[in-house]
C-alpha cells in the first residue's frame, strides 16, 4: 500500500520487577501485542499482564515468538492461551519448519506462503503453500472461518455461498478482537527477522489494526 502510516512503540520489560511500567504503559496505548514464547509459552508474569491488559480495555493479538527456539511449539502455545488465560486464540498463520528450520509462515487470510530471505530476514517472497501443508492448512483455515464467522453474518453467509474475501475476514477478525471475544494469534521468530513484517501489517491494517 502507498498509504503511509505512523506508529508509537511502547516497549517495557515483562519482567516482574517492572509490573508497574507496565501498568502505567497500559494507560496510555491503543492497542497491544502480547508476545509469547513459542517454547516456554504462557508463563506466571503472562496471567500479570493480561489482567493489566483487561483493566484497561487494551486490544491485543498475540505473536509467538522464538519459533526458531528448540522445542517450538506455537500450537501448544495457542493451546495454553485459551486453557489457561480463558481467551478465545486463533491462528491466522502457520509456521513453515520450526526450530533450526524455521523459515516463514502460511498467512490462513490470504492462504499464501511467505519466506524472509537474504540479510537478516528482510526480503519478504510469496510463494505457494507448500504441498506437504496442505492438509494442516485446511483444517486450521476451516477452524478460523469457524471461529471469526461468529462476528459478522455477511462472512457467515459468504461461506455458505463459498464466496469468502480477504477483506471480510479480515473485518470479522478485527470486530471480534475489539469485542475482546477473539484474540488474533501471529507467530514467528524477532531475530531472526521472520514474521515481523505481516505483524507490523496486521497492526496498522485498517481490516484489523488493534488500534
Known sequence: SDLKRRFNIIDTPGHVDFTIEVERALRV???AILVLCSVAGVQSQSFTVDRQMKRYNVPRIAFVNK???VGANP????????????????????????????R??????EM????FEGDAGRNVVIK???????????KYREELLDQ????SDELTEAILEDNVTNDLV??????GMLLFQLMPVLLGSAYKNCGVQPLLDAVVSDRKSVV
Open 104 to 109: 516463514g509462515v502460511v498467512d490462513l487470510v
Open 148 to 151: 471469526v464467522s461468529m462476528f
Open 112 to 115: 499464501r506462503a511467505i519466506y
Open 170 to 175: 479480515m473485518s470479522a477478525i478485527r470486530a
Open 75 to 102: 500450537v501448544r502455545v495457542r493451546n495454553q492461551l485459551r486453557e489457561k488465560l480463558g481467551h478465545n486464540a486463533v491462528l491466522l498463520q502457520l509456521p513453515i519448519g520450526l526450530e533450526h528450520e524455521h
Open 128 to 138: 505457494e503453500i507448500p504441498e506437504e501443508m496442505r492438509a494442516d492448512v485446511e
Open 29 to 31: 496505548l491503543d492497542g
Open 67 to 69: 519459533c526458531d527456539r
